[in-house]
Nanobody, 122 residues
Framework: VQLQASGGGLVQAGGSLRLSCAASGRTFSGYTMAWFRQAPGKEREFVASISLSGGTTDYADSGKGRFTISRDNAKSTVYLQMNSLKPEDTAVYYC????????????????RGQGTLVTVSS
């Protein structure tokens, strides 16, 4: 599976962004999808994940109530809607795909895409 993340950019605090991750190469609906992020000087961390059908989602505490993960299996794309952004959300955001049930650990995922940079100014 090839994953291509997009949608990052510069936004003011309180603003919104929607990230997209387009998958190709295999049946998208067969993969648990997730978003991770890595801020400068920090370790990569889990942001959110979504099950094969989209019926189950999981969020890190940092994004609960502000971030929404969704997927469109017909378009082989997973999204991360980010609202009420804060400067501490500044990071490179990565999407990942797992043929199993997923995890909160980036290395666990079978496929990992290149990141997209999100910068939130104060």
């Amino acid at each position: 599976v090839q994953l291509q993340a997009s949608g990052g950019g510069l936004v003011q605090a309180g603003g919104s962004l929607r990230l997209s991750c387009a998958a190709s190469g295999r049946t998208f609906s067969g993969y648990t999808m997730a978003w991770f992020r890595q801020a400068p000087g920090k370790e990569r961390e889990f942001v959110a994940s979504i099950s094969l059908s989209g019926g189950t989602t999981d969020y890190a505490d940092s994004g609960k109530g502000r971030f929404t993960i969704s997927r469109d299996n017909a378009k082989s794309t997973v999204y991360l809607q980010m609202n009420s952004l804060k400067p501490e959300d500044t990071a490179v955001y990565y999407c990942a795909a797992d043929a199993g049930r997923g995890s909160r650990y980036f290395a666990f995922y079978d496929y990992r895409g290149q990141g997209t940079l999100v910068t939130v100014s104060s």
